[in-house]
C-alpha cells in the first residue's frame, strides 16, 4: 500500500511538473518578422582568461567549460519581434541598419542605433523590437555551452509588462 502511494505521488508530481512547463511555454511570444542567418559557429578549444587594458578602458573575459562561439546576422522587418525570451549563454549585439528596441526584464524601453553595441548576460527575459519603417539588421555574437542547438529560450513577458 504504502509502495502504492508512492507511485501515485511521484506520477502526480511528474504531471503537474509537465503542466507547468507546457503553460510557461503556452505564455511565451513567438518571434515574427525575424530572419536568423547563421555567420559561423566554432568550439572554445582552451579556456580563455583575457584581462587587458586598451586606449580608453579595459576588458575581462573569462571562461571554462565547454562552450561554443556562435556568430548570426539577424533581420526584423518593420514592425517586427523577436518575442520575449532569454539565451543560453552572453552575447555582444552590434546594430548595422536602423535602430533596434529591446524592452528588459523590467520593461525598460532602450533603443540601440546602427553603428551602436551592447553586451548582456542573456540570462534575462528581454524582448526586441523594430517600430520603424526600414529592416533593423544586426549581428550577435553568443557565448553558449557546447552543442546547444539554439541559443534562444523562450520566455513568459515580466509580471505587468504590456511590451
Known sequence: MRARSR?????????TTLALAAATVALATAPSGETPTPIARGVLTAPANVNV???GGRVGVKTQGAL???MLNITLAPGGTGGWHSHAGPHITV?????????DA????????????VISSGDSPEKDENKG????????TFLIPH????PRIDQAPPAGCKA
Open 7 to 15: 507511485k501515485l505521488l511521484a506520477l502526480a508530481s511528474a504531471g
Open 53 to 55: 587594458k586598451v586606449t
Open 68 to 70: 561554443d562561439a556562435l
Open 95 to 103: 546594430v548595422k541598419q536602423g535602430t533596434l528596441t529591446i524592452f
Open 106 to 117: 523590467q520593461c525598460k524601453l532602450h533603443q540601440l542605433s546602427a553603428g551602436h553595441a
Open 133 to 140: 519603417t526600414t529592416p533593423v539588421t544586426f549581428d550577435v
Open 147 to 150: 552543442g546547444v542547438k539554439s
